[in-house]
C-alpha cells in the first residue's frame, strides 16, 4: 500500500513538473532582457492549483519546478544561485497565499461572488508581492536595470495575476463526465452554438493580432459572458483560458503584430470579469438545484400528508355508514331468524342496508376525488332535501339516543350550486357531531335533548344552520375548531370539521360556528343559489 502511494506521488511530481516545464515553455513570449518576465504565466496557475488541491507540504515540488523552469526556460538565465533565491522566494510566497486560501476552504471549486472575491484579492496581493521580490532580486544580481523596475514589476505581476485567474479554478474543478455527457445529449444545439462562441473567440484574437487594433480584443467577452452564465465557474474559465492561449498564438505567429503586453489589461479584466460572472452563475444553479430539491422533498411531504389525510377521511367517513350496514345486516339476519320472520321488515332494513352501502361507496369515491385535485362536480342541488335525506338516515340512531331531530325550510327555497355527494358528507357530518355531544351529555329534564336543521334564503345565498342543545364548543379548542386534528371528543379523530369546511370551500361555499339559542353549537353552512334562481328571487 505504502509502495503503490509512494508510485503515485512520484508519477504526480513528475507529471506536474513536465506539465509545468512545458507551459512556461509555451508561455515565454517577449521576456523582458531574456528573464523570466514576461507577459503571461499559465505555469503559475498550475503551481497555485497544486498548492491548494495538495496543501503547503509540496512546497518543495513547486520550488524545483521553478528553478528548473528558470534554468531550462530562460533565454540567458541568472546565475544558479540568483535563481534558486527568486525560485524560493516565489513559492514561499504562493504557499503563503495558498495557505491563506484553503484556511477558508479554497481547495474546493470557486462556486460563489464572495469566494471569487476572496480568490482575486488574494492572488492579486500574492502576485504583486511575488513580482517586487522577483525584480528586485534581478536588479540585485545585476539582471535588470534600475529604469526597468516598474515596468518589470507591472508586467510580471499582470502575467502572474492572469495565469493564475486563468488556469487554477479550471483545474480546481471536478467535472463529471457522465453528467457532462448527458447534458450534451439532452442539450445537443446549445452545445453547438458553445463551441462556436469558442471558435469566434478564437478568431477574434487572430483577426485582432492581423488588424493591429487592440479595440477589436473587446467583443471577445460577448462568448465568454454567455458560455459563463450559460456554464458557470467552468465554462467561464475554460473559455478563458482557451481565448488567452489564442491571443498569445496568434500574437506569436502574426509577424509584426502588437505587443503582448498591449493586451495584458484587456486580458486581466476579461478572466476577472468571467470568474464572477461564472461564480454568479454558480451560485444561481446550485440555489436553484436546492430549491427544487427542497420542492420536490415538499411535494413528497404533502404527497404522504394528503395520502393520511385521505385515510384518516376515508376512518372518519366509512365509519359511520359500514356500522349503520353492520347493524342493519344484523337486524336483517335477526328477523329472518324469528319463527315467524315478518318478510316486509326484513326487505325494509334490508332496503336500509343497501342504502348505507350505496352511501359509502359514493364517499368513498368523493374523498378519493377531493383528494387526488380532480375538483367538484357542481350541480344544482335542493339543499332541503339534502337535509332531509340525511336526518331520514339518521332516523334510527336518534330514536335510541331519545334526541328530537326536527328538519324545517321553506315551502319554496332556490336551488343552489353544489357538489351533492360532498353537501351530504358535510351535513352528515354536523348532525353526528350534534348527537355525539347530546350522548356526551348528562340527560336533564330542563334541557331537553334537541337538534334543529332549518334552511333559509338570503340575497344570493342559501343558509342550512344546524343547532343541538348539548353543551357547546370547549373553549379550549374554539379558536382552532376548523385545524385538523383539533377535538374536544375522546374518541374523536378532528378531521370531520376540517375535511367539511375544505370541500364547502373549494366548490365557493363555506362553514362556519356561531353561538345559539338552544344553547349549544350552531353550525351554518353557506350556499351560493343557481343563477337561474337568484333571478327570479
Given at each position: 500500500?505504502?509502495?503503490?502511494?509512494?508510485?503515485?506521488?512520484?508519477?504526480?511530481?513528475?507529471?506536474?513538473?513536465?506539465?509545468?516545464?512545458?507551459?512556461?515553455?509555451?508561455?515565454?513570449?517577449?521576456?523582458?532582457?531574456?528573464?523570466?518576465?514576461?507577459?503571461?504565466?499559465?505555469?503559475?496557475?498550475?503551481?497555485?492549483?497544486?498548492?491548494?488541491?495538495?496543501?503547503?507540504?509540496?512546497?518543495?515540488?513547486?520550488?524545483?519546478?521553478?528553478?528548473?523552469?528558470?534554468?531550462?526556460?530562460?533565454?540567458?538565465?541568472?546565475?544558479?544561485?540568483?535563481?534558486?533565491?527568486?525560485?524560493?522566494?516565489?513559492?514561499?510566497?504562493?504557499?503563503?497565499?495558498?495557505?491563506?486560501?484553503?484556511?477558508?476552504?479554497?481547495?474546493?471549486?470557486?462556486?460563489?461572488?464572495?469566494?471569487?472575491?476572496?480568490?482575486?484579492?488574494?492572488?492579486?496581493?500574492?502576485?504583486?508581492?511575488?513580482?517586487?521580490?522577483?525584480?528586485?532580486?534581478?536588479?540585485?544580481?545585476?539582471?535588470?536595470?534600475?529604469?526597468?523596475?516598474?515596468?518589470?514589476?507591472?508586467?510580471?505581476?499582470?502575467?502572474?495575476?492572469?495565469?493564475?485567474?486563468?488556469?487554477?479554478?479550471?483545474?480546481?474543478?471536478?467535472?463529471?463526465?457522465?453528467?457532462?455527457?448527458?447534458?450534451?445529449?439532452?442539450?445537443?444545439?446549445?452545445?453547438?452554438?458553445?463551441?462556436?462562441?469558442?471558435?469566434?473567440?478564437?478568431?477574434?484574437?487572430?483577426?485582432?493580432?492581423?488588424?493591429?487594433?487592440?479595440?477589436?480584443?473587446?467583443?471577445?467577452?460577448?462568448?465568454?459572458?454567455?458560455?459563463?452564465?450559460?456554464?458557470?465557474?467552468?465554462?467561464?474559465?475554460?473559455?478563458?483560458?482557451?481565448?488567452?492561449?489564442?491571443?498569445?498564438?496568434?500574437?506569436?505567429?502574426?509577424?509584426?503584430?502588437?505587443?503582448?503586453?498591449?493586451?495584458?489589461?484587456?486580458?486581466?479584466?476579461?478572466?476577472?470579469?468571467?470568474?464572477?460572472?461564472?461564480?454568479?452563475?454558480?451560485?444561481?444553479?446550485?440555489?436553484?438545484?436546492?430549491?427544487?430539491?427542497?420542492?420536490?422533498?415538499?411535494?413528497?411531504?404533502?404527497?404522504?400528508?394528503?395520502?393520511?389525510?385521505?385515510?384518516?377521511?376515508?376512518?372518519?367517513?366509512?365509519?359511520?355508514?359500514?356500522?349503520?350496514?353492520?347493524?342493519?345486516?344484523?337486524?336483517?339476519?335477526?328477523?329472518?331468524?324469528?319463527?315467524?320472520?315478518?318478510?316486509?321488515?326484513?326487505?325494509?332494513?334490508?332496503?336500509?342496508?343497501?342504502a348505507e352501502a350505496i352511501r359509502a361507496i359514493?364517499?368513498?369515491?368523493?374523498?378519493?376525488?377531493?383528494?387526488?385535485?380532480?375538483?367538484?362536480?357542481?350541480?344544482?342541488?335542493?339543499?332541503?332535501?339534502?337535509?332531509?335525506?340525511?336526518?331520514?338516515?339518521?332516523?334510527?340512531?336518534?330514536?335510541?339516543?331519545?334526541?328530537?331531530?326536527?328538519?324545517?325550510?321553506?315551502?319554496?327555497?332556490?336551488?343552489?350550486?353544489?357538489?351533492?355527494?360532498?353537501?351530504?358528507?358535510?351535513?352528515?357530518?354536523?348532525?353526528?357531531?350534534?348527537?355525539?355531544?347530546?350522548?356526551?351529555?348528562?340527560?336533564?329534564?330542563?334541557?331537553?335533548?334537541?337538534?334543529?336543521?332549518?334552511?333559509?334564503?338570503q340575497a344570493s345565498n342559501v343558509f342550512i344552520?344546524?343547532?343541538?342543545?348539548?353543551?357547546?364548543?370547549?373553549?379550549?379548542?374554539?379558536?382552532?375548531?376548523?385545524?385538523?386534528?383539533?377535538?374536544?371528543?375522546?374518541?374523536?379523530?378532528?378531521?370531520?370539521?376540517?375535511?367539511?369546511?375544505?370541500?364547502?370551500?373549494?366548490?365557493?361555499?363555506?362553514?362556519?360556528?356561531?353561538?345559539?339559542?338552544?344553547?349549544?353549537?350552531?353550525?351554518?353552512?353557506?350556499?351560493?343559489?343557481?343563477?337561474?334562481?337568484?333571478?327570479?328571487?
Open positions: 500500500m505504502e509502495r503503490a502511494d509512494a508510485s503515485k506521488s512520484l508519477a504526480l511530481i513528475a507529471g506536474y513538473i513536465a506539465l509545468y516545464l512545458l507551459l512556461d515553455w509555451a508561455s515565454y513570449v517577449e521576456p523582458v532582457r531574456h528573464t523570466g518576465v514576461t507577459a503571461w504565466n499559465p505555469n503559475t496557475g498550475l503551481l497555485m492549483a497544486l498548492l491548494l488541491a495538495r496543501g503547503e507540504r509540496w512546497a518543495p515540488v513547486v520550488a524545483i519546478g521553478c528553478f528548473l523552469g528558470d534554468l531550462l526556460i530562460d533565454a540567458a538565465p541568472a546565475p544558479w544561485r540568483t535563481t534558486v533565491l527568486t525560485s524560493l522566494y516565489v513559492t514561499a510566497v504562493y504557499t503563503a497565499a495558498a495557505w491563506a486560501l484553503r484556511r477558508r476552504g479554497f481547495g474546493q471549486p470557486i462556486e460563489t461572488p464572495r469566494g471569487a472575491a476572496w480568490f482575486a484579492g488574494v492572488i492579486a496581493a500574492a502576485t504583486g508581492a511575488a513580482a517586487a521580490g522577483y525584480v528586485y532580486i534581478l536588479m540585485s544580481a545585476a539582471q535588470l536595470e534600475p529604469g526597468e523596475a516598474w515596468g518589470s514589476i507591472g508586467r510580471y505581476w499582470i502575467g502572474e495575476f492572469n495565469g493564475i485567474i486563468a488556469l487554477t479554478p479550471v483545474l480546481l474543478l471536478r467535472p463529471d463526465p457522465g453528467a457532462l455527457r448527458e447534458r450534451i445529449r439532452r442539450h445537443p444545439r446549445e452545445f453547438i452554438l458553445q463551441c462556436v462562441g469558442i471558435a469566434v473567440g478564437v478568431g477574434l484574437a487572430f483577426a485582432l493580432a492581423a488588424a493591429r487594433d487592440v479595440r477589436m480584443f473587446y467583443p471577445m467577452f460577448l462568448p465568454v459572458t454567455w458560455l459563463a452564465l450559460r456554464n458557470g465557474v467552468p465554462g467561464a474559465m475554460i473559455s478563458v483560458s482557451l481565448a488567452q492561449a489564442a491571443m498569445v498564438a496568434a500574437l506569436e505567429l502574426t509577424p509584426g503584430s502588437i505587443p503582448l503586453f498591449d493586451v495584458q489589461f484587456p486580458l486581466l479584466a476579461l478572466g476577472i470579469t468571467a470568474l464572477f460572472l461564472g461564480a454568479l452563475a454558480t451560485q444561481r444553479a446550485r440555489v436553484m438545484n436546492q430549491v427544487l430539491e427542497q420542492d420536490a422533498a415538499l411535494q413528497r411531504a404533502m404527497r404522504f400528508a394528503v395520502t393520511g389525510q385521505l385515510a384518516a377521511a376515508l376512518a372518519h367517513e366509512i365509519n359511520q355508514p359500514m356500522t349503520a350496514l353492520l347493524s342493519y345486516l344484523r337486524a336483517a339476519a335477526l328477523l329472518a331468524e324469528s319463527p315467524a320472520p315478518d318478510n316486509k321488515r326484513v326487505a325494509t332494513t334490508l332496503h336500509k342496508a343497501d359514493a364517499v368513498l369515491r368523493r374523498l378519493r376525488e377531493f383528494y387526488r385535485g380532480e375538483g367538484v362536480q357542481l350541480e344544482e342541488v335542493d339543499a332541503a332535501a339534502v337535509c332531509e335525506r340525511v336526518a331520514n338516515a339518521l332516523g334510527d340512531r336518534t330514536r335510541r339516543s331519545g334526541v328530537e331531530l326536527q328538519v324545517s325550510s321553506p315551502s319554496r327555497l332556490p336551488t343552489v350550486l353544489a357538489d351533492r355527494t360532498q353537501l351530504e358528507i358535510v351535513v352528515h357530518n354536523l348532525l353526528t357531531n350534534a348527537l355525539d355531544a347530546l350522548n356526551a351529555a348528562a340527560p336533564s329534564k330542563e334541557h331537553p335533548r334537541r337538534i334543529e336543521v332549518t334552511t333559509h334564503a344552520t344546524v343547532e343541538d342543545s348539548g353543551p357547546g364548543i370547549s373553549p379550549s379548542v374554539a379558536g382552532r375548531l376548523f385545524e385538523p386534528l383539533v377535538t374536544s371528543k375522546v374518541s374523536g379523530m378532528g378531521l370531520g370539521l376540517s375535511l367539511s369546511r375544505s370541500m364547502l370551500r373549494t366548490q365557493g361555499s363555506d362553514l362556519w360556528v356561531e353561538s345559539g339559542r338552544l344553547g349549544g353549537a350552531r353550525f351554518v353552512i353557506r350556499l351560493a343559489m343557481q343563477p337561474s334562481a337568484q333571478i327570479s328571487l
